[in-house]
């Protein structure tokens, strides 16, 4: 088996979390790893007239060490509508926002029942607008970390706003 690099799911990630998952030979976003909650997995940081902001994408855990591919987003407000006003308000005046609004805005007025379709999603938009064509590949089990491994799931964290840059980087 092929050494891997192992990576969070994230919501509209850091340009950090991009660079290393392109950098990679093997990226796999790891869906079996416990959710950890303040964390770029449903969070996001946007630059707004007035700042920085923090989206959050309201979720439900199931249980205590609920796996991020069983994660729930609660629709109960339209938060989804709201971070699209939010990223709206903030790039619309961006040079290039008015040739990927028509195909981002979609992803965020669709109903998501799960964090993992709603990110994959919006990744997968993301990586076509801009002609990444790196495909996103998911565990299919929690991914031990080990030697052979190089483990980036923590590395990018929103939480304390750092990015923890490890020794083989």
Not at 122 to 145: A, M, W
Request: aromatic residues 14%.
């Amino acid at each position: 088996m092929a050494a891997q690099d192992i990576y969070s799911i994230t919501y509209l990630p850091p340009i950090s979390w991009v660079s290393s998952f392109l950098k990679s030979e093997n990226p796999v976003i790891d869906i079996y790893e416990h959710y950890i909650k303040q964390t770029y997995r449903n969070r996001t940081d946007i630059y707004s007239p007035n700042g920085k902001q923090t989206l959050s994408i309201p979720v439900i855990k199931k249980y205590h060490h609920t796996k991020v591919k069983d994660i729930e987003i609660s629709n109960v407000e339209p938060w989804s509508s709201i971070h699209w006003k939010a990223i709206r308000a903030a790039y619309n005046n961006s040079p290039f926002f008015i040739y990927y609004e028509d195909e981002l805005s979609p992803v965020f007025h669709k109903t998501h029942s799960s964090l993992l379709t709603f990110v994959k999603e919006l990744l997968e938009t993301i990586f076509e607008l801009i002609g990444i064509e790196k495909e996103l590949i998911f565990s299919d089990h929690y991914i031990e970390k080990d030697d052979l491994n190089r483990d980036f799931r923590n590395f990018f964290n929103q939480k304390n706003n750092t990015v923890s840059v490890p020794k083989y980087i």
